[in-house]
């Protein structure tokens, strides 16, 4: 078919059985990965609370620093789909290859502001018991933090062709060694006395370089590496690629990083209502993410989907790809917040001995609820425009609405209001934001997609 014609539209249910079957080993993917921070959260809650919150501020920076430069990369994923869709096989190796070399030079700052987090950290006061801790699980995870980018960059690349499983794979094989290595390091004597939240730390940078070593080894051996060859010819810096993959990939990154902060800076902002309250939000916070990875793996099959049709010029491919996904995405969402209702009395009990920290985890419940519809919604948009190679916009937006609404908007109803609401104000502070930028995304949606120009 020309690029000049239009093909008919693909049947609705076809196009969500595959997006099912895609996005199905990138969820296993993706609850291995948060599953990760779930089992530091619950090997840590046997071991203290300053640990608890150590892991909560700690982790959440981590998070923080690893998504915004991963999200970088991830321009990665739909510049190989656009090239996929438009049969140009013969240059997806070398996106991959400069994405690596980006993941590389993308590590330096990354370092440098784990192992130096002063600017961040002394914003606010906390025990200082719990700010050692905190700087040591950043000051190794440092160095850690090349092969998690590499690794992030491989991810987008198998999730653009449609090869999510080796993934899958990977995931389960970590998640399985950390719970391991972790309940060991933290609790145990295996490194001559119990670590805590630094045993942790040992256990996920060992667990971020053996993922990395053995995505290099499919690379090279699998199904992929025999097809592109990403790893047998290799080639230096491309600064036309670079150019290109920067250009959109800057303000994903920075999407990323306004996401992620907007969520995960609510551990640093109420550190000064004490070590219960941010253990409270710390298990409160992992579920939630644990619901969004449905989501997610939506958004990403969907990016893939898109990315792929848009590049072959399959405008109403890409149409019922979108529809596919904002219904999944939402269904998906729906459940599992139910779920969470139902279940929230034993789920919490499971992460921690303290009343007082079960008893802050329960009251919030109720906004990570009503969260995840609004976040699903958001996240299969924002990623449907990346496959549509529009990133800068949707970045506008979600600094106002994250960063504005969210963490600007929580501070003042958690301090200021009338009256202070606490850690709760931030979590319904961050609701009206997701209302806010699906508000905005969704109107910019339709008009690439659905009310084109000349269309």
Known sequence: MSPGQRSPSPAWPAVARGLLAHASPILVAQLSSIGMMLVDTAVLGHAGAADLAAVAIGGGLHVSVIFALAGILQAVAPVVAHLRGARRD?????????????????????????????????????????EMRVRAYLGLLAWGLPAALCYRTFYGFCNALGRPRVLMVIGLVSLALHAVLAWGFALQDWLGRPLGVVGCAVSNITIGWSACAAGMAYL??????????????????????????????????????????????????IAPLGAEIVAGHRIVANLATLCYMLPLSISLATLAAVGQAMGARDLPAARVAVLAGLSLGAGLAVLAAASLWFFADPVVAAYTDSLAVRRVALALIPYIVCYQFFDALQTVSSH?????????LPMVVQIGCFWGLGLGGG???????????????????AVGGLVGAILCLEPLLHRILFAPRGG
């Open 384 to 392: 449907a425009l990346r496959a549509c190679r529009v990133t800068f």
């Open 90 to 130: 013969d240059e997806i190796a070398g996106v991959l290859q400069q994405g690596f070399w980006i993941a590389l030079v993308l590590s330096v700052p990354g370092i440098a502001f784990l192992t130096m987090p002063d600017p961040l950290l002394g914003l606010v006061t906390m025990d200082p018991e719990i």
């Open 220 to 269: 090279h051996f699998g199904p992929l590496g025999q097809r592109y060859r990403p790893l047998r010819v290799w080639r230096g810096p491309d600064w036309a690629r670079w150019r290109e993959l920067l250009r959109l990939g800057l303000p994903m990154g920075f999407s990323n990083l306004v996401e992620i902060t907007a969520f995960t800076l609510i551990a640093l902002f």
């Open 411 to 429: 501070a003042w109803l958690a301090y200021r209001g009338d009256p202070p609401l606490g850690v709760a104000g931030f979590w319904l502070a």
